[in-house]
């Protein structure tokens, strides 16, 4: 089993960074591709940004230009650096790891960013 935990969310201005970290522990040899998803107020969870044991990355069009996601497998920690953030960045974000050698999937509790004024 894999436990992901995220931290480093919280309220932040229009036009701020925040740094997200997500801690992986149990059987991290078994994780596969990571990624970051968030989920607004009433609306669907959606990608932000993944990226794979070997570093390729891809983005959601919408925090491309902004964000920069990163992992570090001798810490087992994965990081999204937002910046420029917007209002409508404003959502629970979540940490999520697919199984290196199956098709499990494990979530996060979820941190949550803010962006107002």
């Known amino acids: 089993q894999v436990q992901l935990v995220e931290s480093g969310g919280g309220l932040v201005q229009p036009g701020g960074s925040l740094r997200l970290s997500c801690g992986a522990s149990?059987?991290?040899?078994?994780?596969?591709?990571m990624g970051w998803y968030r989920q607004a107020p009433g609306k669907q969870r959606e990608l932000v940004a993944a990226?794979?044991?070997?570093?390729?990355?891809n983005y959601a069009a919408s925090v491309k230009d902004r964000c920069t996601i990163s992992r570090d497998n001798a810490k087992d920690t994965m990081y999204l650096q937002m910046n420029s953030l917007k209002p409508e960045d404003t959502a629970v974000y979540y940490c999520?790891?697919?199984?290196?050698?199956?098709?499990?999937?494990?979530w996060g509790q979820g941190t949550q960013v803010t962006v107002s004024s």
């Open positions: 149990g059987s991290t040899f078994a994780i596969g591709r």
């Open positions: 990226i794979t044991r070997a570093g390729s990355t």
């Open positions: 999520k790891a697919d199984g290196r050698f199956d098709l499990r999937v494990y």
